[in-house]
């Protein structure tokens, strides 16, 4: 890639050029999480636009990390997979993670929140089979900071262990109510605080079925990084 280039022969620096341009990691971590479609992808980079989205992945493509193939969903639509190249970068993505959690602040994490990544890290980490076996059930976070616009979430778990993500009211019963703020919802996803302590200090109220309320820490799932042994504050 002629963009940014080091010039050097050094494997560290030719990797640079292909993993460090902006936001390709970040791409790539949606990858490593399992999201295949354009769109999926999109809703796991909220803030990159989609022409830069789109850009990231065909210099992906052309440096063999990542296929495009059509999709049997529709003649339309394209699925992007890690190729052999591309599954080699999984334990470097999740390490710097690991390092990301450990190494950077609390504050400064907390600093950046986002509801859309937020809530849609949540529903990919959804345990359905933790759940009491039932058809569908549906879980509705209120972000009571936000405006009414991005307050209101729907997590719908239906048969085929499938979660949807709704910000639109999808019309089925609520079985569950979780009420709280972005920044308490976000330090429990990632481990700084635990759902019995939100719960005890009011900033987390809970309301519903209480098969449901009884295994939320275990349904919940939590970031893959929330039990990562921090080391700054």
Not at 55 to 70: D, F, I, M, P, S
Not at 130 to 150: C, F, G, N, Y
Not at 195 to 211: F, Y
């Amino acid at each position: 890639m002629a963009e940014g280039s080091y010039n050097q022969f050094c494997p560290v620096a030719m990797a640079s050029e292909i993993l460090c341009t902006r936001w390709t990691l970040i791409v790539l971590r949606e990858l490593v999480c399992g999201s295949t479609r354009f769109n999926e992808l999109r809703r796991g980079v909220p803030r990159m636009s989609p022409a830069l989205l789109s850009k990231r992945l065909k210099e992906l493509e052309a440096a063999g990390v990542v296929t495009r193939t059509k999709s049997a969903a529709g003649p339309d639509l394209y699925e992007y997979r890690l190729t052999p190249a591309g599954e080699e970068l999984k334990p470097i993505i999740e390490h710097v993670g690991v390092w990301g959690h450990r190494w950077v602040s609390t504050k400064s994490s907390l600093d950046n929140l986002d509801p859309n990544l937020l809530m849609w890290d949540i529903r990919r980490r959804i345990a359905p089979k933790s759940m009491p076996p039932q058809q569908r059930h549906t879980i509705q976070v209120i972000l009571t900071d936000l405006v009414e616009s991005k307050r209101n979430w729907w997590l719908v778990v239906g048969p085929g262990d499938e979660v949807d993500l709704c910000s639109i009211d999808p019309g089925f019963e609520v079985d569950l109510y979780l009420v709280t703020d972005l920044r308490t919802m976000t330090e429990i996803w990632m481990g700084y605080t635990t759902i019995a302590r939100a719960k005890s200090d009011e900033r987390l109220v809970v309301t519903g079925s209480r098969e449901l309320e009884a295994g939320l820490e275990t349904w919940l799932g939590l970031s893959s990084f929330a039990k990562v042994e921090k080391r700054v504050a």
